[in-house]
């Protein structure tokens, strides 16, 4: 297990407690899962994926804007957002592999339908501009690596997602994915082809210059909603689900307890690593910025490709190639994400056929959302769309769904007719809950530094 013994988010050690439930002559079957997750690569998958995908191209822009403009002084952000980060998906994970249904089918059989009609509006609304905001990111990253039309190029790479998605099983497109994260190795790698002072680093993690002024709280709120989206727990809870769908032998965890320990033991290892790689990634980009653009005076940046142009004269060639490549290479990742997460709200609202692995004509309703979600961000990109508002809209909207979506998603967890005797225990409960709390404080924050300051 990744985490010690009596950390409040490990799983609980009593030999009474479900997750150490006997196999009851089911043996074989756990033997056969154990045997396909015995490697350590095998166990990362769904946390990996979603915590990449959210360093996607409109994170990398608003983690670049924090450094540019803030320096060192909003390092910290990604040390306070990963414990909460890490509870709400791990919460989101386990309700899919323990009921073996995702977040929307499981509000649809629990809760009033309004909430999730309601949801699935606003998810849909923030994703399109998302995936919009990342094409355009894309299009521009390459406009810059190689000229040309930075729209075709956008269009280029939303088709081209939009293709692997409906017709590659999920099998071998999650493969794809884990392959993608790597290029967010990108950002580490820039870090080290410039030089960095260490010390002065480390003393802006441990005590960060705090100000109470209208713009940094601003972006405080925007790198917490960047960072903890709503996109991010439909998907992962999805992907439990699509991974249970793939192994004929395996059922969800109510019915099958002997499978728990194995499976919610993975979930953590998946989570803890997949969001420690986000959040690392995010401190590198915050940091990368923060020693060029900021320290050279470069303090407004607007967009990732702009981020990327602006380190060329300052960090030569090869951080500027880095960080343009890593656009590319992570919209790719988080696209399928953005437009997967809608089709699965969508899919679980309307009571619809749903998973990477059934062809499009087994599930056309499905599909249709993805490729309605991906071609709509397309379409948008040909519009005289401002991709700052944009992402300031998806942020917003983001932000105001996630706390909605938490709570339910707290519910859900600690709700025994989702979860059996698999229901949530105390510490783990302790951090959702304060997460949620966080992402309330947030948007309040947000609003009324909007609205009523001045």
Request: some cysteine.
């Amino acid at each position: 297990m990744l985490v010690s013994e009596g950390t409040s988010m490990a799983i609980d050690p009593r030999p009474d407690h479900p997750d150490h439930a006997p196999a009851e002559g089911n043996a074989s079957v756990a033997n056969v899962v154990a045997d396909q997750e015995d490697s350590w690569l095998a166990k990362l998958g769904p946390g990996l994926i979603t915590g990449a995908a959210d360093d996607d191209p409109s994170g990398i822009a608003t983690y670049s804007q924090a450094g540019a403009r803030f320096g060192f002084d909003m390092l910290w952000s990604m040390l306070l957002s990963y414990p909460f980060m890490v509870a709400i998906q791990i919460i989101s994970a386990r309700i899919g592999r323990v009921s073996g249904h995702g977040l929307a089918t499981n509000m649809r059989r629990h809760y009033p339908r309004w909430i999730l009609h309601m949801t699935v509006l606003l998810l849909m609304a923030a994703n399109v501009i998302n995936i919009a905001a990342d094409l355009a990111a894309m299009g521009d990253a390459l406009k810059l690596l190689v000229g040309g039309s930075s729209r075709w190029y956008a269009a280029g790479f939303g088709i081209l997602s939009l293709l692997l998605q409906i017709y590659l099983p999920y099998t071998r497109y999650v493969r794809i994915l884990k392959w993608l994260t790597l290029a967010l190795l990108a950002y580490v790698a820039a870090v080290f082809v410039i030089k960095v002072p260490w010390s002065e680093v480390a003393k802006s993690v441990v005590l960060p210059h705090l100000t109470w002024q209208k713009e940094y709280i601003t972006m405080v709120v925007a790198v917490l909603g960047t960072t903890i989206s709503p996109y991010l727990f439909f998907w992962q809870a999805s992907e439990e689900v699509e991974h249970l769908k793939a192994d004929q032998k395996a059922e969800p965890i109510v019915k099958a307890p002997w499978q728990a320990r194995l499976h919610l033991s993975r979930i953590q290892i998946d989570t803890y690593v997949g969001m420690g790689f986000s959040n690392l990634v995010a401190f590198f980009i915050i940091l990368t910025t923060a020693v060029t653009l900021h320290a050279h005076g470069k303090l407004s940046i607007d967009t990732s490709a702009q981020a990327a142009e602006a380190l060329r004269p300052v960090a030569g060639n090869f951080a500027f190639f880095l960080f343009a490549m890593g656009i590319i290479g992570t919209g790719m990742l988080a696209i399928p994400v953005l437009a997967g997460s809608a089709a699965y709200a969508a899919a679980g609202n309307f009571k619809w056929a749903n998973s990477l692995e059934l062809k499009p004509a087994l599930a056309k309703e499905f599909y249709g959302v993805i490729a309605l979600a991906t071609l709509g961000g397309v379409a948008l990109d040909f519009t005289a769309l401002d991709p700052i508002k944009a992402l300031f809209w998806s942020a917003v909207i983001n932000g105001v769904l996630s706390v909605p979506v938490m709570v339910i998603t707290m519910l859900m967890a600690t709700n025994a007719d989702v979860m059996g005797k698999f229901v949530i225990r105390r510490g783990l409960k302790t951090m959702g809950w304060c997460g949620t709390a966080l992402m309330g404080a947030a948007v309040a924050i947000f609003f009324y530094t909007q609205v009523f300051a001045r």
